[in-house]
DNA sequence: GGAACATATGAACACGTGTTCATAGGTTAC
DNA sequence: GTAACCTATGAACACGTGTTCATATGTTCC
């Protein structure tokens, strides 16, 4: 079904987007290009720490930089990126089909 | 944009998929559901390995399990988990926008 | 040139977590 | 009942990683 680089690629991505802040930068970048500064403040965030984060997003190719004088803005890398994250957030609003948390029978067993 | 709540259980989710073996286990599932020794033997994980990710996968309502006889079956949680995974799968297969990876100029810079 | 601003980088640390080993719990067949 | 099978659980460990602090790099304006 997947190949073994395909998982690797994958997992990578979400492994980046399952830090909090690293996705709340992500997200923050949605709505067009933000400075480091700008997403430092808006998201509360030390300079350093955002820099970091902002390292590991742009070499996976989730966000990319364009230098504007002096300061850098970060946005959203491609299409595909926008996509996927837009549709995840979509799902959130969508209704959960609450299903037991234990074990359940399926279907028939004679 | 997003709730702090929002944001942390979109992260969370994320996390979980982000461990190659774990995304293994989810994807693997897709096709229908297995049992955990079929997991086990078609990943080549250790039997401990895999009952412990699917502990975590169902507590995120990720996966969902279901007992026949002796064995016990996983399948993916509900339809909009199914949804995300197979999103995210078809963006692998589709073209990628080839940008520099380093830092380009944005636009006009008189 | 220098000062002020904006971003990046490196080291160090605390903490979570993926994995293994051993063992327990539960289910069917005898 | 017991034996054989399947799955879950707990402890222990090694390892990665998110964060902070201090410092370096780079850019604009004087």
Redesign the pocket.
Known sequence: MLTVDQTNGLAEMF?LLG?P?RLSIVASCLDGPL???AITSRLG?????V??????LRAARLLK?GRR????FYSIADWHVREMLTNMIEHLAEPHEHDEEGIMETGANP
């Open positions: 492994r830090e802040n400075s480091v500064g965030l030390s300079q350093s720490l820099s970091h984060h902002l390292r590991l930089a004088g002096k300061r850098i």
